[in-house]
């Protein structure tokens, strides 16, 4: 027998799941390997989307100030983070790995290579910030 599964947000009612800044938030997350919320005229997303294009990783990145509901998700994000800066933030294989703080600190200690490759990124296995 075949059983098909579905996820449950499936039943969300349709008015949260379309206008839900956070429901958008976990689908554009989970389209790519590496996703990164950014802002255009921010320093640190741009040093993050540096590390990972220096990598050899093509992330995609939401400039929120671009996006239609940019202003709600940044909300969105700052309450999944709590804090006051919710940008960059970057997700790897649809999980949160956080803000610039966690991804330089996976990134030092080694976990982010490991995450990138079980999210199906080909990266080398030396990889080189120049900052």
């Known amino acids: 027998m075949h059983y098909q599964t579905q996820s449950w947000g499936t039943y969300l009612p349709p008015t949260t799941t379309l206008n839900d800044p956070l429901h958008r938030i976990e689908r554009l ?14 320093c640190m997303c741009h ?11 093509n992330p995609t990145v939401y ?9 709600e998700m940044e909300k969105a994000l700052m309450r ?15 999980k949160l790995v956080g803000a610039m703080d966690r991804v330089m600190a996976s990134h030092i200690n080694g976990t982010l290579v490991p995450l990138l490759k079980e999210a ?9 910030f120049d900052g």
Request: glycine share 14%; hydrophobic share 40%.
């Open 63 to 71: 400039e929120l100030d671009h996006e239609p509901l940019g202003k």
């Open 80 to 94: 999944l983070l709590g804090t006051g800066s919710p940008v960059p933030i970057v997700f790897v294989g649809g």
């Open 47 to 57: 040093a993050i989307k540096r590390l990972f294009c220096g990598m050899g990783v």
């Open 120 to 128: 199906g990124e080909d990266i080398e296995e030396e990889e080189d």
């Open 29 to 42: 997350a989970s389209e790519n390997a590496v996703v990164i919320f950014s802002l255009s005229s921010c």
